[in-house]
């Protein structure tokens, strides 16, 4: 679009203090160079907005105030205790995890023992190697106009790159902890990459949690790049529960290789501002993907979720479930656009976005997209927004159940349908009894 | 003993009345039946006594046990010992069947100064309890009533009045949906929890369940009155000249 606009504050603090810490941003003269590619895409369309399409209900341009500093070494006063905390249900999981504390790589704090067939590696290291710049460099369809991934790009300090060898069998879910610390208000931007080998199998959870104590305003960019290897099964979790009025900016970009199963799950609970974007991209025949998530915001919170499944090749099957829990004026949004290319016949899709909404003041927007140029398909949508069925509260309150009891039911029961398509039990109910500690919250600030 | 006194019901925000003035005392260790027409109000009676929230009552009350319950709210009644069977129980997706179990014994013990059950007395007394019923308990882990047929939503509503040892059973249509085997399971159910200290109330259309669950008393509710009482061999009369008769005299 050629409509030129006006540079906000926080665009040109974006643009201006690249060069305050380009130095200091890990990788040599090739990284630099992409670095520096990366940014000048940003600084030709600035941030996204209302009159862009997929923006259209989160206005980054407007919501995003100002463009906190990044981080460029780790705090150093976070324990292995702070980060168990921070971790919620899932830290009394005793998992291998890679921590990043302010989006950088924490040995200390982490622990990889008992991982077989994988190698995990920080992002930083990958920087310094040989053919670095490739590493920074995301797939073709990507680099485009995305402002977020080019601020990425330009930005990104550190992450997991982790390596899953052919046929191996992970059994222990690894988990990837992005920690926020510290009273100063800060940004990070992180880069994950994930490659899996030919039929191996892994769990793989993504966190983005908070330091009880740390500044109630932070700033997040995180991508991850994911290659799901022919015949692979990979769990790839989210968890985002970084309580506070944090902007929380993810993409993950994804290929998925002949007869693989990707099995995407994202929990957002609690994030003043979040923005999860996935790009799936079916690369091979034969290939299940299975996109769902949880999401729960009140006061103020504002939860979009963008799916862009690319159904490229033929016998590809779809499945998209993301439940919302909305109270006071929270917002929450689903897009949804699935593309069905000429030459992917026998493709089976199937979409569902389904919000509870607890007050009269919450909205939810949902925005299906099916765009099918192929003719033997089978492609279905749906999307709900509704109340408390009071049929089913009257059934409970029969049965003895008292009326706020009944209501955390009904709500654990909706958002547990979505929470249900975890595969990894002990995620499973963790992140359940996550998303009942929200409710128990939201009974107690009503009395 | 319920005591149900010139009772007026109508659909809040509409104006057609639906119950024109019931009066009907069932005496605890008493099981009255009421059967009648389609559309007769047999619903909405046992609606209203569990307290749903759709019905206004404008004149009349309910007591029981000498106290009346309409300003109570629906699970207060349930601690008081009210119980409706559902004709159509509800389907819980997300809930498993034995968290519910669980969390509505121990909300009504709790509420009638009972201790709450630890997790193996409950568990002990729910299959003690599905296994008389003939319900697997391994079916009671997925969530409440999903994917369960007619009967199995039946037996599950009497596995729930089972355990919740409520003093005034309302059965709504119990009957509806059900094969021979499972109306004798069921009924088998609800005569085991006949009792000195229980009163039902079991509403039908067909006299079928009676001939399980024998009354003491029959009442014929039609147009939003009883127009009729009797010993069980009402039912039996009905059974051979049908509603028509109640249904003339209506207006």
Redesign the interface.
């Known amino acids: 679009m050629s409509v030129a606009v006006m540079k906000t504050k926080t665009e040109t603090a974006l643009v201006d203090g690249f060069g305050e810490i380009a130095d200091t941003l890990p990788g040599g003269g090739s990284v630099k160079s992409a670095r520096a590619a990366a940014l000048a895409r940003f600084a030709g369309n600035g941030l996204p907005h209302r009159r862009i399409e997929e923006w259209k209900y989160t206005d980054l341009k407007g919501l995003m105030k100002e463009a906190l500093p990044v981080v460029v070494d780790g705090e150093s006063k976070t324990t292995i205790a702070d980060v168990i905390v921070a971790m919620g249900a899932i830290g009394r999981l005793e998992v291998p995890r890679f921590v990043l504390v302010n989006g950088h790589y924490r040995k200390e704090l982490s622990n990889l023992d008992g991982l077989n067939g994988v190698s995990v590696a920080p992002f930083a290291q990958a920087l310094s190697s040989d053919d670095a710049a490739a590493a920074l460099e995301l797939r073709e369809e990507d680099r485009g106009s995305d402002a977020v991934l080019a601020l990425n790009s330009a930005y990104a300090t550190d992450g997991a790159v982790i390596d899953v060898a052919s046929g191996s069998n992970v059994d222990a879910p690894l988990l990837v902890v992005h920690v926020r610390a510290g009273p100063t208000p800060r940004r990070s931007v992180g880069r994950n990459q994930i490659r899996v080998g030919e039929g191996a199998a892994i769990t793989i959870v993504e966190m983005f949690v908070a330091v009880p104590g740390s500044a109630a305003d932070g700033q997040m960019n995180t991508a991850t790049e994911v290659q799901v290897g022919a015949g692979a099964t990979v769990d790839h979790v989210k968890v985002t529960t970084d309580l506070g009025q944090v902007t929380h900016l993810a993409n993950w970009l994804v290929d998925m290789h002949g007869n693989a199963t990707y099995r995407a799950f994202q929990y957002t609970a609690g994030v003043g501002l979040a923005r999860n974007q996935v790009r799936a991209t079916f690369k091979g025949e034969g290939v299940k993907l299975d996109i769902s998530g949880a999401f729960l915001a009140r006061n103020s919170e504002h939860i979009d979720t963008t799916l862009f499944v690319d159904h490229a090749v033929p016998e590809g099957e779809s499945r998209e479930l993301f439940k919302g829990v909305l109270d006071d004026n929270a917002r929450g949004i689903f897009q949804g656009k699935v593309v069905v290319r000429p030459d992917a016949q026998k493709t089976d899709g199937k979409q569902m976005a389904q919000a509870l909404m607890l007050s009269e003041t919450c909205e939810f927007d949902s925005k299906p997209e099916l765009e099918i140029y192929a003719d033997d398909v089978v492609c279905g949508h749906g999307s709900t927004s509704a109340a408390i069925d009071e049929d089913l509260l009257f059934y409970l309150r029969a049965r003895g159940i008292p009326l706020d009891e009944a209501r955390a039911l009904l709500i654990q029961s909706f958002i547990g349908e979505a929470i249900e398509k975890v595969q990894h039990e002990g995620v499973r109910e963790a992140l359940m009894i996550e998303a009942e500690a929200w409710l128990a919250a939201r009974s107690k600030t009503n009395k | 003993m319920l005591e149900i006194k010139n009772l007026h019901v109508k659909i809040a925000d509409e104006d057609a009345e639906i119950l024109k003035g019931i009066d009907l005392v069932v005496p605890q260790g008493e099981v009255h039946a009421i059967m009648g027409p389609n559309g007769s109000g047999k619903s909405t009676l046992a609606y209203v006594i569990?307290?749903?929230?759709?019905y206004e009552v404008t004149d009349g009350d309910i007591l029981w046990n000498g106290n009346s319950i309409l300003d109570m709210?629906?699970?207060e009644?349930?601690?008081k010992g009210v119980?409706?069977a559902?004709q159509y129980?509800?389907e819980?997706?997300?809930?498993a069947g034995l968290t519910?179990l669980r969390?509505?014994t121990n909300?009504?013990r709790k509420?009638r100064g009972q201790d709450e059950l630890t997790t193996p007395q409950f568990m002990k007394l729910v299959k003690e309890k599905a296994a008389s019923l003939n319900i697997d308990v391994d079916m009671l882990k997925r969530?409440v009533n999903v994917g369960f047929s007619g009967g199995e939503k039946k037996r599950s509503e009497i596995l729930?009045m089972a355990m919740?040892d409520p003093s005034l059973c309302v059965l709504d249509e119990t009957d509806s949906g059900l094969d021979i085997d499972a109306l004798r399971i069921v009924s088998d159910g609800v005569n085991a929890l006949r009792g000195p200290d229980r009163a039902m109330l079991v509403i039908t259309h067909y006299q079928r369940l009676l001939n399980h669950i024998v009354p003491d008393k029959v009442h014929v509710l039609a147009h939003g009155k009883i127009r009729k009482s009797g010993g069980k061999e009402l039912a039996l009369e009905l059974e051979k000249s049908g509603y028509a008769e109640f249904q003339k005299d209506a207006a």
């Open positions: 569990a307290g749903r929230e759709d709210d629906p699970d009644r349930a601690a119980f409706l559902f129980p509800m819980i997706p997300g809930v519910f969390t509505a909300a009504v509420k969530p729930q919740l």
